[in-house]
């Protein structure tokens, strides 16, 4: 079946330093591909978001590029903070229409001080 | 937060017994969504609704079953629970012209 492989399932970084996680997906109908964080305990809560569209979208410290071709996406978060640390889940909608989105198994960030 | 409430928040069953588990917003939102959350294997879509009556499976449906008979409610039934369906269960509802789902704060089932 259709799937979303994301890319590590764990990253540590420095205080300040820039991390990037990456998601690659199956369907190449998929035209949306929302970014979701979680923080220990509680519920995922959506961050960035990029439609198929664009290639690159940006938000203060956080960016998502989109390389349909290639099937894959990715999210960099620059001058990172101790608050970003969670997990992040990558996901994509299913065929064209954003009515069934299906994640990718998470990567957990942890920011060194 | 988005209105959306899930119950119970917190279950613990035998293997063999039925369960359901309840999804309520506030918001009108057509589409609604249970997914179940494990280590290691992220979010994973149960079943979704698009509207009063209207469902389908997703990735893991096997051994689920769900309802919605109002615009604010989508049940999550097993029918006979076994260990493997030990997880965190959460409901998400989008208003699809954004695409953006909103969490409920999860539902944690342990079966024994």
């Known amino acids: 079946g259709e799937n979303v492989e994301q890319h590590p399932s764990t990253l540590s970084v420095q205080e300040g330093d820039s991390a990037v996680i990456k998601c690659t997906y199956s369907?190449?109908?998929?035209?949306?591909f929302p970014w979701y964080k979680q923080e220990l305990g509680k519920r995922p809560q959506l961050i960035i978001d990029i439609r198929s569209n664009v290639g690159e979208k940006k938000d203060q410290r956080i960016a998502v590029t989109l390389n349909k071709t290639a099937k894959h996406f990715s999210l960099h978060i620059t001058e990172t903070q101790p608050e970003d640390s969670a997990v992040y889940f990558c996901?994509?909608?299913?065929?064209?229409?954003?009515?069934?989105?299906?994640f990718g198994s998470g990567t957990r960030l942890s920011i060194r001080p | 937060d988005a209105g959306i409430t899930q119950s119970p928040r917190h279950k613990v069953t035998e293997t063999g017994t039925p369960v359901t588990l309840r999804c309520h917003q506030t918001?009108?939102?057509?589409?609604m969504y249970w997914y179940r959350q494990d280590p290691g294997h992220g979010l994973r879509l149960i079943h979704y609704s698009y509207g009063v009556k209207d469902t389908d499976k997703g990735e893991v449906s096997d051994g689920y079953s769900v309802s919605r008979s109002k615009t604010e409610d989508f049940l999550l039934t097993l029918e006979s629970a076994t260990s493997s369906q030990t997880s965190v269960y959460f409901c998400?509802?989008?208003?699809?012209?954004?695409?953006?789902?909103?969490f409920g704060e999860g539902s944690r089932l342990t079966v024994l």
């Open positions: 369907d190449s109908a998929s035209n949306y």
């Open positions: 998400a509802i989008s208003d699809i012209d954004s695409g953006e789902l909103f």
């Open positions: 918001e009108n939102h057509r589409y």
């Open positions: 996901a994509a909608s299913l065929g064209s229409s954003a009515s069934k989105i299906i």
